[in-house]
């Protein structure tokens, strides 16, 4: 598991952006732990997660508070 912090999150599209040491990683609202599904993330907030790769790159999946 990596971790990161939120960089960016738009709550009416679903969708945003996760830095890492690494690298930065876009995650969809389904790829968000349910627990955090409610209230989405925030900014800044800290937060734990896989990589999955596929056509498009590298995403943030399994997301979790961390």
Same mark, same amino acid.
């Given at each position: 598991?990596?971790?990161?912090?939120?960089?960016?999150?738009?709550?009416?599209?679903?969708?945003?952006?996760? !830095?890492?040491?690494?690298?930065?990683?876009?995650?969809? !609202?389904?790829?968000?732990?349910?627990?955090?599904?409610?209230?989405?993330?925030?900014?800044?907030?800290?937060?734990?997660?896989?990589?999955?790769?596929?056509?498009?790159?590298?995403?943030?999946?399994?997301?979790?508070?961390?």
């Amino acid at each position: 598991m990596k971790t990161g912090i939120v960089k960016s999150w738009n709550r009416q599209r679903g969708f945003g952006f996760i !830095i890492s040491d690494e690298d930065e990683y876009f995650v969809n !609202i389904n790829d968000v732990h349910i627990t955090l599904k409610n209230n989405g993330l925030k900014e800044g907030q800290r937060v734990t997660f896989n990589i999955k790769s596929d056509m498009k790159g590298d995403r943030a999946v399994n997301v979790k508070a961390g």
